[in-house]
């Protein structure tokens, strides 16, 4: 049988109710973000307000052009993933029910996705640029006991990393 791939819910609610619901329905959602505009140029505003705390972490990784960086998941985090230049390929996982999510967000489709364990997750640049990836995690990364799993980009049979052409 054929992988089934959905596209993860796009909410507009407050982060920790968007959180809440990823958490409760054990899949992604996405929260889409408007770009503040102005004389000076742009930005993106409010983000993460009340889902930041003091056990958390943010980080920021670049990803070139060609890569797929996949698959991880968590036993104890939530993922707060925002992709600030370029644009990236999201895949989640969910290996107990077969189904993954798959969509492209990024500098022209900017939003925060929330990835709720224990999800599989990765990404793979779009584009000819590299992708910035602005995260926030739930619980800071422990080099001693890191809370992540790793699994092979192409092990999970059927997702379409590459670019669908269509």
């Not at 959905?6 to 329905?25: F, G, H, I």
């Not at 705390?53 to 104890?76: F, L, M």
């Not at 640029?129 to 049979?157: F, I, M």
Request: net charge negative.
């Amino acid at each position: 049988m054929a992988l089934k791939i959905l596209k993860p819910t796009t909410v507009d609610l407050p982060w920790p109710e968007a959180r809440s619901r990823a958490e409760a329905e054990l899949q992604p959602i996405f929260v889409p973000i408007t770009p503040w505009a102005d004389d000076r140029g742009w930005s993106l505003m409010n983000l993460l307000t009340g889902a930041l705390s003091k056990e958390g972490q943010i980080n920021y990784s670049v990803q070139y052009p060609g890569v797929v960086k996949a698959w991880h998941r968590h036993a104890k985090q939530t993922d707060f993933w925002i992709c600030t230049t370029g644009h990236i390929k999201v895949g989640v996982y969910n290996e107990s029910e077969d189904v993954a999510w798959s969509m492209v967000f990024g500098a022209r489709n900017p939003g925060v996705l929330i990835i709720p364990t224990p999800l599989w997750h990765g990404a793979a640049t779009v584009g000819n640029e590299s992708a910035g990836l602005l995260y926030y995690v739930t619980n800071a990364y422990n080099p001693k006991d890191p809370d992540e799993e790793r699994r092979a980009w192409d092990s999970v049979k059927g997702f379409p990393w590459a670019v669908q052409n269509g």
